[in-house]
T-cell receptor, first 113, second 115 residues
């Protein structure tokens, strides 16, 4: 069963506009969420995280929102830049499951100049 | 400083052969993870080491897969009697601690192709 889902395989936005990437999860034990960014031929790179005790975390152009009741989180990038073009993975972990991360399928973001 | 490194970057083998994939974590990181990423999917957890011991190997798909970390640093993922379905990118990650809120730093992966 897919416990973390990213329903949009791809997203295309114009430079300077907002990018919104979405993620849904089913396991109510998840209490820590992360976003990773991946360029071709490289490993995923940590971007931003959020604990379940918060509903928002902001770091520069990147903001993650968590809606626990809906089991939904989103990553906002504003303003989007061409260098943001990459695959973005949502991941989740639970204290009860130790350190393993459960990833979504990924969303390919393309920012057009 | 150096990040996580993995060797080889690419490995092509024939069905039924044995392969070893190596991971060098970031110096000082006590936790080490192996994930497998199939085409169009996100990374899937395989095994996690804290120090020399496997703290969680519940993600290993079957007994053809085995991993070691004898000195608490470098790790080797071993796959016996490879099958075509084993073809994937094998990712290694390390983190400074073992808590579930530790950021994991990933290597570039080894692309395994089983013919």
């Amino acid at each position: 069963d897919q416990q973390v889902k990213q329903n949009s395989p791809s997203l295309s936005v114009q430079e300077g506009r907002i990018s919104i990437l979405n993620c849904d999860y089913t396991n109510s034990m998840f209490d820590y969420f992360l976003w990773y960014k991946k360029y071709p031929a490289e490993g995923p790179t940590f971007l931003i995280s959020i604990s379940s005790i918060k509903d928002k975390n902001e770091d520069g152009r990147f903001t993650v929102f968590l809606n626990k009741s809906a089991k939904h989180l989103s990553l906002h990038i504003v303003p989007s830049q061409p260098g943001d073009s990459a695959v973005y993975f949502c991941a989740a972990s639970a204290e009860t499951s130790g350190s393993r991360l459960t990833f979504g399928e990924g969303t390919q973001l393309t920012v057009n100049p | 400083g150096a990040g996580v490194s993995q060797t080889p970057s690419n490995k092509v083998t024939e069905k039924g052969k044995y392969v070893e994939l190596r991971c060098d974590p970031i110096s000082g990181h006590t936790a080490l993870y192996w994930y497998r990423q199939s085409l169009g999917q996100g990374p899937e957890f395989l095994i996690y080491f804290q120090g020399t011991g496997a703290a969680d190997d519940s993600g290993l798909p079957n007994d053809r897969f085995f991993a070691v970390r004898p000195e608490g640093s470098v790790s080797t993922l071993k796959i016996q009697r490879t099958e075509r379905g084993d073809s994937a990118v094998y990712l290694c990650a390390s983190s400074p601690g073992s808590g579930w809120r530790n950021e994991q730093f990933f290597g570039p992966g080894t692309r395994l192709t089983v013919l």
